[in-house]
T-cell receptor, first 114, second 112 residues
């Protein structure tokens, strides 16, 4: 069965520090890969996505992610974190074909110290 | 272009009641998916509708149902509410042939 693992439940970083959030998936083929962010009481906003091609993808708010097929990973990075980045981050995989079902990790809660 | 809208934003019900949630997708999007988000289980896929037909379904009991109208608006219904149905229900829409989904703000359902 397909699954997504986000090993870090909670991460605290200082403002201006770099950030890496980990995501590993289990799926027989290369799925669609997504990172979403959720602020308290809000819906989900798409940060970036990988469908095919260049394995380093750029997203909004200065985020990037790298797809590594050999490690079944899609880690999210940001070189310098801002206090406004404090939120919950979710990694999700989508199945290829005529299927919109997304399988989600349990999320990583990011706190930013001033 | 307006985003995905969901109504109501908040809802309080008691056990045994039923509830209907509404979702209006982004204009031109014909696929609407529903997700349940709880602290314990995270985000779980409920179902997807496309052109008024349920195209995919998650592992939820039959008390959870949905439908889609000709204008792509969708509703989901939960009958015989249980305490465990308390959750944030999120709706997402997408273009046909595009896997990217856009989410609404959600409906927070509390079952007492």
């Amino acid at each position: 069965a397909q699954s997504v693992t986000q090993p870090d439940i909670h991460i605290t970083v200082s403002e201006g520090a770099s950030l890496e959030l980990r995501c590993n998936y289990s799926y027989g083929a290369t799925p669609y890969l997504f990172w979403y962010v959720q602020s308290p009481g809000q819906g989900l906003q798409l940060l970036l996505k990988y469908f095919s091609g260049d394995t380093l993808v750029q997203g909004i708010k200065g985020f990037e992610a790298e797809f590594k097929r050999s490690q079944s990973s899609f880690n999210l990075r940001k070189p310098s974190v801002h206090w406004s980045d404090a939120a919950e981050y979710f990694c999700a995989v989508g199945l290829r074909g005529n299927n919109r079902k997304l399988i989600w990790g349990l999320g990583t809660s990011l706190a930013v110290n001033p | 272009k307006a985003g995905v809208t969901q109504t109501p934003r908040y809802l309080i019900k008691t056990r045994g009641q039923q509830v209907t949630l509404s979702c209006s997708p982004i204009s031109g999007h014909r696929s609407v998916s529903w997700y349940q988000q709880t602290p314990g289980q995270g985000l779980q896929f409920l179902f997807e509708y496309f052109s008024e037909t349920q195209r995919n379904k998650g592992n939820f009991p039959g008390r959870f149902s949905g439908r889609q109208f000709s204008n792509s608006r969708s509703e989901m219904n939960v009958s015989t509410l249980e305490l465990g149905d308390s959750a944030l229900y999120l709706c997402a829409s997408s273009l046909d042939r595009e896997p990217e989904q856009f989410f609404g703000p959600g409906t927070r359902l509390t079952v007492l």
